[in-house]
């Protein structure tokens, strides 16, 4: 593994040279001797600084990286089983993210540092010391070409800079070719807090001159961002290694490194999931509706424009700014403030735009389209400049990178051929008085060379001169779905007059926030107009603004949703979709139906504006029998908990596919059929993966515990078989329930119907799940099985009827974990309870506890994409649900709450 040895790192001096002129001198007089600093650069594993200052001078010549050309037509497409090699200065958390990946994907870790020391017996330092600067390079690459030979296929390999000479940079060109190479990044700042180096200016230096050489050699790069929270400082991600979770205990809710890791975790395997083949790697967002409905096959969706030097600023919520949109949009600016001489994008320019790309993508669950600004005018005098910063976008795998349609179309088809997992969007803007109209054959001969050049999307605009512009707009899009390509097209007209195209464009709106527009408003006033960019380009209406005009203009109607229960008076589920549909701009209206039986039901799903409904105990089974059709999820389950209403039928009668059923969200009707969806798996499935460190990632032998036998409990089974576990133990106080639970799953397995399909069906299967049962609470762990890491308790925390409360608690032989687990108890009623006490008890060990204040949400976040096609809100609706709990006599714990609350803004998207 990547600690498993101790070695040196190399100066990149060597990494440029051809080793020459370092067989004349001593190792420690190599340093960029195009640096300023006169004090020699060193990356030390395994010492206390990381960094040697001997005073002396170096002798090599001036880095000077491989020719870049190559790099930039690097191809980005590989097999799926293809290795991944991770490139970077030390101390930007390579090995740890290999961890990462290795864990969730069951790949092998390959360290090119132990395996030289593997090879030779000895460190790459030691070696040098006994057999010369010359020698030890030749064996560098020598085991450098062997691993990346033997290890081609599904490994993780970690590339020291000892790999990084010249020849070592041509291995990686021609790897590239079949194979990701990511450029692993990070600041400045959080490189030196972990390496202990005095002086700031030299960890700047050493990353002026190795941001060449690694993007020369690489076709990926990710900016792994050094985190800060309101209860610890930076916490780098290689230093972190595996922090433990002793501080997440169910009431002491303050961030810890563990939590942040998790933030890390997610935004480096989405990124993987990006870079490498899907078909084999389940996505995190996999689970949700929205995941298997492409973002430009819904209507009227929405992306949010912010500028790269906006996003610069730390205090600029990118989450809030999110809210109501379908897609982040990306604004690199830079070429507006450019001059006709402007040089190429210099490397720390790259990694400013990084930087704020990784900023958007951890902090949002959206899509992310990469544009780089220009103006008409100045394309030809900035057009390297333009094209560099386009070929870094495509490094970053958004999902979407606009290209402009002014160029060539050998510049676009090259553009094209390298994209990637990246769909390509052609954009063309005029916004001069002399902009040809929409009846133009201009703009159709522009849509149809976008799609004969690849192009995935076409998005087109021009300034709104008149109203009419705004019908001629419709016009145009009508006549170009009617045409010969079926690209999805964005054309609306800009500024305040086109406002009314903008909001009626189907596709991809760009629109902009409040908080934005407040940033921006100094550069709006005319005499810092850049070119009349602001005046005229950015967007002029928000995503809340847009929304509420569709309603407005009965594009879309107003709803009625309910939550459907025996005794769902305490629930917090309406004051959280309220509070969701009010920041979106939807007046839907989400309220509490608490009846002893189903028999009034009828009588909501008979109201044309009714859009959908919870169901809560004890009518989750009962309910399917009035439901037309069920998911893949509820009919595994055998439990429904949400209710869709059906407006249009298939031609055959049949429940229409995830597509049409997602745009008829919002529209009033007569209601045809009932679909019964189960989302309380999702959210399950959601808590666990937070909870669990990566020390307990899901493995062959790892085991999870059910307790509980009822429908949550089969929820929970059904979360578990999804994460991929594969030994089951379930505990219930009726040993028949719980047999009849096993029985259910085990037939379940063992047929078809664990095949994936159907609405936002996932890549998991289910061969090999094993259930077992545990009679009593005295029986010992079994010792053929791993303890559990992953425990979800199903039963009630609170007293039920003439029932008292179980006051459940864990026999400590089960909570025997060496690496601790989460654990999950699904009730909310009341936060103080044995189990929570219990796991607070046992935080110090690793153990972390959740509870349903937890798990509202997440299944909520499910919901709202199921009632309105929209993507949820998600921190908007966890702190309403924080902000809206009592206890049964109407008390609330703010204490607990409040640190829940202040903490929200740390928890992933």
């Known amino acids: 593994m990547a600690a498993a040895v101790s070695g040196t790192k190399r100066s990149f001096a060597f990494m440029t040279g051809d080793g020459s002129a370092a067989s004349l001198t001593p190792v420690r007089d190599y340093r960029p001797s195009a640096s300023p600093s006169r004090t020699p650069l060193r990356l030390e594993r395994g010492r206390s600084t990381g960094w040697e200052d001997n005073g002396s001078r170096a002798s090599s010549s001036p880095p000077t990286p491989l020719p870049t050309q190559a790099a930039e037509t690097l191809p980005r497409s590989f097999d799926q089983d293809a290795s991944i090699v991770l490139v970077g200065v030390r101390g930007t958390g390579k090995s740890t993210l290999a961890v990462i990946a290795s864990a969730a994907f069951q790949r092998r870790v390959v360290d090119t540092d132990y395996a030289f020391q593997e090879t030779t017996g000895h460190s790459s330092a030691a070696y040098r010391k006994m057999f010369g600067v010359a020698e030890h390079n030749r064996q560098q690459q020598e085991v450098f070409r062997s691993v990346l030979s033997k290890h081609s296929k599904n490994c993780v390999i970690v590339c020291n800079t000892g790999s990084m000479e010249r020849s070592g940079q041509a291995l990686l060109k021609e790897y590239a070719k079949t194979h990701p190479i990511i450029h692993v990044v990070r600041d400045s700042k959080g490189i030196r807090d972990y390496l202990k180096v005095p002086e700031q200016s030299r960890v700047t230096d050493l990353l002026k001159v190795s941001g060449a050489i690694f993007r020369g050699c690489s076709n990926f790069e990710f900016y792994n961002l050094s985190e800060v929270n309101q209860s610890a400082k930076a916490v780098p991600v290689e230093a972190g290694g595996d922090p433990s979770a002793r501080d997440l205990a169910s009431g002491q809710r303050s961030p810890t490194p563990f939590l942040t890791l998790k933030r890390a975790e997610k935004h480096f395997l989405k990124f993987i999931t990006l870079v490498t083949a899907k078909a084999k790697m389940p996505s995190l967002e996999s689970a949700f509706p929205l995941s298997q409905v492409p973002t430009e096959a819904r209507q009227y969706t929405y992306a949010v424009c912010a500028p790269v030097s906006v996003l610069s600023t730390e205090d600029l919520d990118v989450e809030d700014v999110e809210v109501g949109a379908d897609a982040f949009e990306l604004v690199v600016d830079d070429l507006l403030n450019m001059s006709n001489g402007a040089s190429k994008p210099m490397s720390a320019r790259l990694d400013h735009i990084s930087m704020a790309f990784s900023r958007v993508r951890r902090n949002t669950i959206v899509p992310v389209i990469y544009h780089t600004s220009i103006t008409d005018a100045a394309i030809e005098s900035v057009r390297s400049a333009y094209l560099d910063f386009v070929r870094q976008g495509l490094r970053l795998a958004p999902e979407f990178a606009t290209v402009d349609l002014s160029l060539?179309?050998?510049?676009?088809?090259?553009?094209?051929?390298?994209?990637?997992?990246?769909?390509?969007?052609?954009?063309?803007?005029?916004?001069?008085?002399?902009?040809?109209?929409?009846?133009?054959?201009?703009?159709?001969?522009?849509?149809?060379?976008?799609?004969?050049?690849?192009?995935?999307?076409?998005?087109?605009?021009?300034?709104?001169?008149?109203?009419?512009?705004?019908?001629?707009?419709?016009?145009?899009?009508?006549?170009?779905?009617?045409?010969?390509?079926?690209?999805?097209?964005?054309?609306?007209?800009?500024?305040?007059?086109?406002?009314?195209?903008?909001?009626?464009?189907?596709?991809?709106?760009?629109?902009?926030?409040?908080?934005?527009?407040?940033?921006?408003?100094?550069?709006?006033?005319?005499?810092?107009?850049?070119?009349?960019?602001?005046?005229?380009?950015?967007?002029?209406?928000?995503?809340?603004?847009?929304?509420?005009?569709?309603?407005?203009?009965?594009?879309?109607?107003?709803?009625?949703?309910?939550?459907?229960?025996?005794?769902?008076?305490?629930?917090?589920?309406?004051?959280?979709?309220?509070?969701?549909?009010?920041?979106?701009?939807?007046?839907?209206?989400?309220?509490?139906?608490?009846?002893?039986?189903?028999?009034?039901?009828?009588?909501?799903?008979?109201?044309?504006?009714?859009?959908?409904?919870?169901?809560?105990?004890?009518?989750?089974?009962?309910?399917?029998?009035?439901?037309?059709?069920?998911?893949?999820?509820?009919?595994?389950?055998?439990?429904?908990?949400?209710?869709?209403?059906?407006?249009?039928?298939?031609?055959?009668?049949?429940?229409?596919?995830?597509?049409?059923?997602?745009?008829?969200?919002?529209?009033?009707?007569?209601?045809?059929?009932?679909?019964?969806?189960?989302?309380?798996?999702?959210?399950?499935?959601?808590?666990?993966?937070?909870?669990?460190?990566?020390?307990?990632?899901?493995?062959?032998?790892?085991?999870?515990?059910?307790?509980?036998?009822?429908?949550?409990?089969?929820?929970?089974?059904?979360?578990?078989?999804?994460?991929?576990?594969?030994?089951?133990?379930?505990?219930?106080?009726?040993?028949?329930?719980?047999?009849?639970?096993?029985?259910?799953?085990?037939?379940?397995?063992?047929?078809?119907?664990?095949?994936?399909?159907?609405?936002?069906?996932?890549?998991?299967?289910?061969?090999?799940?094993?259930?077992?049962?545990?009679?009593?609470?005295?029986?010992?762990?079994?010792?053929?099985?791993r303890q559990p890491t992953i425990i979800v308790s199903c039963i009630p925390s609170h007293s039920v009827g003439d029932n008292p409360a179980p006051n459940f608690t864990l026999p400590p032989q089960w909570l025997k974990s060496p690496t601790g687990g989460v654990v999950l108890e699904v009730a909310y009623k009341t936060l103080t309870t044995p189990l929570l006490d219990q796991l607070k008890a046992e935080a110090h060990r690793g153990y972390v506890a959740m509870d349903g204040l937890d798990l509202l949400p997440e299944q909520g976040y499910a919901q709202f994409e199921l009632f309105t096609g929209r993507r949820a809100p998600r921190r908007l609706m966890r702190t309403e649900v924080y902000r809206s709990w009592k206890d049964e006599e109407g008390q609330t714990d703010h204490a607990t709450l409040q640190t829940r609350l202040e903490n929200a803004t740390e928890q992933e998207p």
């Open 408 to 785: 060539s179309d050998d510049v676009i088809s090259q553009i094209v051929s390298v994209r990637g997992p990246t769909r390509i969007i052609g954009h063309l803007s005029l916004y001069g008085e002399d902009a040809p109209g929409w009846d133009d054959a201009f703009w159709s001969t522009s849509y149809e060379r976008a799609a004969r050049l690849g192009c995935d999307l076409v998005r087109l605009l021009r300034p709104a001169r008149t109203m009419e512009d705004n019908v001629a707009v419709q016009r145009f899009r009508e006549k170009m779905a009617l045409g010969r390509f079926r690209l999805p097209l964005i054309a609306y007209n800009t500024g305040y007059r086109g406002r009314h195209s903008a909001f009626l464009n189907p596709t991809l709106t760009r629109v902009t926030h409040t908080k934005l527009q407040k940033r921006l408003q100094k550069v709006q006033e005319p005499d810092k107009d850049i070119h009349g960019y602001y005046r005229e380009r950015h967007p002029c209406i928000t995503a809340k603004e847009a929304t509420e005009a569709l309603y407005a203009a009965f594009v879309f109607d107003p709803m009625r949703l309910y939550i459907v229960g025996a005794a769902s008076g305490y629930s917090l589920s309406p004051a959280m979709h309220n509070a969701s549909y009010k920041a979106c701009g939807m007046p839907h209206h989400y309220e509490t139906h608490q009846a002893p039986t189903l028999s009034n039901l009828r009588a909501l799903v008979h109201d044309p504006h009714f859009g959908g409904a919870a169901i809560a105990l004890p009518f989750k089974i009962e309910v399917i029998a009035i439901t037309h059709s069920l998911s893949r999820h509820a009919r595994a389950i055998g439990a429904v908990n949400t209710l869709i209403p059906v407006r249009h039928l298939s031609p055959d009668g049949s429940i229409p596919d995830d597509i049409s059923l997602i745009r008829e969200r919002n529209q009033a009707g007569p209601v045809k059929a009932l679909y019964g969806e189960n989302t309380d798996w999702i959210g399950i499935r959601a808590c666990v993966r937070r909870g669990l460190s990566p020390a307990n990632a899901v493995q062959p032998k790892t085991t999870g515990l059910i307790v509980g036998a009822g429908g949550m409990a089969r929820s929970a089974v059904y979360a578990l078989l999804q994460l991929g576990v594969k030994h089951i133990f379930v505990f219930n106080r009726s040993t028949a329930n719980a047999e009849k639970l096993i029985t259910h799953f085990s037939r379940l397995v063992s047929s078809n119907d664990s095949t994936p399909n159907g609405l936002h069906a996932s890549t998991t299967t289910f061969a090999g799940a094993e259930f077992h049962l545990i009679k009593s609470r005295d029986e010992q762990w079994p010792e053929a099985f």
